[in-house]
């Protein structure tokens, strides 16, 4: 395989490997449903504008959410993988159950995704893997012609500008870690809003603008975005 493949979150590029570690259960992990999206993200940190895939599984296993180990996304065809451990993936709520992965799936150097058949990895602590699969089938997007949500300022409330359907800010802390996305149905929301679904943000926080454009496939993503109390 073309060496590990780094996955990146929020602005960062951070690099993860599998651990060998020991379970003592037999009980092997399964994978309820998959979820996935191409995204374009322009990264504003950067001065780069790249494709990203957003990768979540509703997973589960007998012996407990402690019993899984990482997330692992391979395309054979192209020789390319990624690894993304539980301790560092992203936790989201759909439909009222956890779901575990990634926003940040990257081309090594922000190339495109390659189309094809991608296989979708679950690990536990002993090693057992449950196995799904997600298939690219259209061609790529033009990272040159994408257009993005931006922010419209006024007092403490964050509005997303621009003509982008089911809209959402993504909110990670002040370390870069991912906390939650917020749907904004309204295409606005107010700083104290954010602030009172977790206390830590009260000094700051991160944020990223997301929609999609009507008639388009995949998401576009502009950030980061910063908030401070100072």
């Not at 990146?8 to 994978?31: H, Q, W, Y």
């Not at 081309?107 to 057992?128: I, N, Q, T």
């Amino acid at each position: 395989m073309k060496g590990g493949a780094c996955i990146r979150t929020a602005a960062m590029g951070l690099c993860m490997f599998t651990a060998a570690l020991v379970s003592c259960s037999d009980n092997p992990p399964e994978i309820i449903e998959t979820e996935w999206q191409v995204i374009v993200f322009q990264n504003r940190l950067l001065g780069a504008t790249y494709q990203r895939l957003s990768l979540f599984v509703r997973g589960g296993d007998e012996d407990g959410e402690k019993d899984l180990q990482a997330l692992h996304l391979i395309q054979d065809e192209e020789e390319l993988y990624w690894t993304v451990k539980a301790e560092s993936w992203e936790k989201s709520t759909i439909r009222g159950s956890d779901w575990y992965g990634s926003n940040g799936f990257v081309m090594p150097g922000g190339g495109k995704l390659p189309l094809g058949a991608y296989r979708v990895l679950l690990e536990d602590l002993s090693g057992k893997m449950a196995e799904s699969r997600i298939y690219l089938k259209r061609e790529n997007v033009d990272t040159e012609g994408a257009v993005f949500p931006s922010p419209l300022l006024q007092g403490s409330t964050i509005t997303i500008g621009g003509n982008f359907v089911d809209p959402e800010i993504w909110v990670y802390d002040t370390n870069d870690q991912f906390l939650f996305r917020i749907p904004l149905p309204e295409r606005s929301i107010t700083v104290e809003n954010i602030i009172g679904r977790n206390n830590v943000l009260t000094a700051g926080f991160t944020y990223y603008l997301y929609g999609k454009q009507s008639g388009k496939y995949y998401g576009a993503l502009n950030g980061p975005y910063y908030y401070s109390a100072n």
